[in-house]
């Protein structure tokens, strides 16, 4: 069976589901938010299309669903860049980063939720985060003014900033305020990028940023994490940009298998002014990465979960011309999605030592199974991450048909072609955090079953989830539920686990009153239900039109600027 088609052709639409299986738990409570790329098939690659927000209510009846039933609502996020292609759709075009056109290239924001406290943010890695209603779910604002990021990331025309940055800032609950990153391209001291670290503090229209001194680097940070006393960034290396590729020759750029790594301390940029380089300390890892996420205790050390994606080529995608890893051409639904990993992935819990200089394994994960390792569940609370108990991580398990000829004859050498060949089920799998144990798991043998962005939600919360920053009773991520989505062309499903025991099978399986099928989502998070906006002063799109940037917009095409400018500061 391959990836169902769905994940291209479902409609973006709002429904309901009902309990199809087991019984709704009481102690659960709040919402799960999903970031899904609408697919307009006007890209090659789907996963850069315009975002949308779909929030699913964990409550019956809640957000407006009838009795017993659940919402799932999805809204397109309207940024500027959004509104401007709504008002001229044939001036914009597909980039390898996204849409471009003349107004500028476009803020998707399309790869994942971020609550934060009362307030909803939306990431992705070529934008800055926006700001949603958490009630309506509207487009609110963009963080930061351009000027306070130290301008775009790279020169260009139009009305909005190229702002290379992370799909996944993170919170700091003791300072308040958001750390992510920013790159620049820059010539010296070699071509290439050099990462700046962000942070944004949650009422104002500013960011400071602070270059870090001498690194250069060819690829992407997807992540930031963090410990108490430390700002932790990476090079994700499976993203990386093929010169070849942007002028329209063939992709020949593979990802690396050793990435580097730079820890930042937190009190170094305490009244640091903006602008100002920083040393980092540098570290190697491997294999290459997408996520990754510290326990905020430091006092031991800086201990990391590192979600390896070995062999995970995040710049490859499926073409139409295709012929897949068994020589079969590509199912004409699944062009334009990622080409999926070419081997079992690694998971391991490492500790960054940053007086020796030294990498520590604490413990690891891989088996001939650990495919596709997609995304995990954690309790994202405080206390959850002080001392963090279980991680639960969802494994789509091996696609030869999401693998290409093409992508596997570039990696000879480095792929084992007979391994890749089989398809193999899906997995939900808990693993003890330091030892890296599997302590559990879940097999989905119907290969039809999708399995993506599971998300930890914490059991008891109470009315006024704030006064336990989302905590439950036992934070760490074993007491609670692990909310797993599984797509399926013959109906969505929505199926909660005992976080404490995945392997006894969900409790409870929501499916859409008419087994509706989603389109692909990404990432996913758990947030309470919040129902107004909070008062706070944010960036307006209008403020950032100086005269140069609106000249820079042939002089036809300025009113519709001036529109949406006018529409944004209503909002
Ligand atoms: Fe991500």
Not at 90 to 100: A, D, I, K, N
Not at 106 to 115: G, K, Q, V
Not at 370 to 388: H, K, R, V
């Amino acid at each position: 069976m391959p990836v169902p088609g769905t994940l291209t052709t479902a409609p973006q639409v709002d429904f309901e589901l009902e309990v199809v299986a087991g019984q709704w738990p009481s102690d659960i409570s709040g919402e799960m938010v999903f970031s899904s790329p609408n697919n307009s098939r006007k890209l090659n690659a789907a996963i850069f299309d315009w975002g949308a927000i779909v929030r699913l209510s964990l409550e019956p009846g809640g957000r407006g669903a009838a009795p017993q039933h659940f919402a799932w609502q999805t809204r397109t996020i309207q940024t500027p860049g959004k509104r401007l292609f709504d008002l001229h759709p044939e001036l914009f075009h597909g980039t390898p980063t996204g849409y471009q056109s003349p107004f500028g290239p476009s803020n998707a924001s399309n790869t994942a939720p971020l609550p934060w406290g009362n307030r909803l943010y939306t990431t992705w890695d070529a934008g800055r985060p926006v700001e949603l209603n958490p009630e309506t779910l509207e487009f609110v604002g963009e963080v930061g003014h351009l000027d306070s990021w130290g301008g775009s990331s790279m020169e260009t025309a139009g009305v909005m900033p190229f702002l290379f940055s992370s799909a996944h800032p993170v919170v700091d609950p003791e300072r308040n305020c958001l750390w992510t990153v920013k790159m620049d391209f820059v010539m010296e001291p070699s071509f290439g990028l050099r990462p700046a670290v962000v942070r944004y503090d949650p009422d104002g229209t500013t960011v400071k940023y602070w270059p870090l001194d001498g690194i250069v680097f060819g690829s992407s940070i997807h992540t930031v994490s963090q410990t108490r006393n430390w700002v932790i960034l990476a090079d994700s290396g499976n993203f990386k940009a093929d010169p070849n590729e942007v002028f329209g020759g063939e992709r020949t750029v593979t990802i690396d298998d050793e990435v580097p790594v730079w820890l930042i301390r937190k009190d170094q940029l305490d009244g640091l002014a903006s602008g100002t380089p920083v040393k980092p300390v540098p570290f190697m890892m491997s294999p290459s990465v997408g996520h990754y996420y510290a326990r905020w205790d430091d006092t031991d050390g800086v201990s990391v979960v590192w979600e390896g994606m070995d062999l995970m080529d995040l710049g490859q995608y499926l073409k139409a011309s295709d012929l897949d890893v068994n020589g079969k051409p590509i199912d004409p639904d699944l062009v334009g999605l990622y080409n999926m990993a070419m081997a079992p992935e690694t998971i391991v819990e490492v500790q960054f030592d940053p007086e020796t200089g030294k990498v520590t394994e604490q413990g690891s994960y891989k088996a001939d199974w650990t495919f596709n390792l997609q995304l995990s569940a954690i309790d994202w609370s405080t206390e959850g991450m002080s001392n963090p108990t279980l991680h639960h991580v969802s494994y789509q398990g091996c696609r030869p048909g999401n693998i290409t000829d093409r992508a596997a004859r570039l990696y000879e050498g480095r792929i084992d072609r007979e391994l890749v060949a089989r398809e193999t089920p899906g997995v939900l799998a808990t693993f003890e955090r330091g030892s890296m144990e599997l302590k559990s798991k879940w097999e989905y043998s119907d290969l039809g079953d999708h399995i993506t962005s599971p998300t930890f939600a914490p059991r008891n919360v109470g009315a006024d989830a704030s006064l336990s920053s989302y905590s439950g009773n036992k934070p760490g991520g074993h007491d609670g539920y692990v909310v797993q989505p599984v797509q399926n062309d013959n109906g969505f499903r929505v199926e909660v686990f005992d976080a404490a025991n995945v392997g006894a099978g969900p409790v409870a399986v929501l499916q859409g009153t008419n087994k509706e099928c989603v389109p692909m989502v990404l990432h996913s998070a758990w947030m309470p239900a919040y129902h107004e906006l909070a008062p706070a002063e944010r960036l307006k799109f209008s403020s950032e039109l100086s005269e140069a940037r609106l000249a820079s917009v042939p002089e036809e095409l300025r009113t519709s600027v001036h529109h949406v400018a006018a529409e944004c500061d209503e909002i």
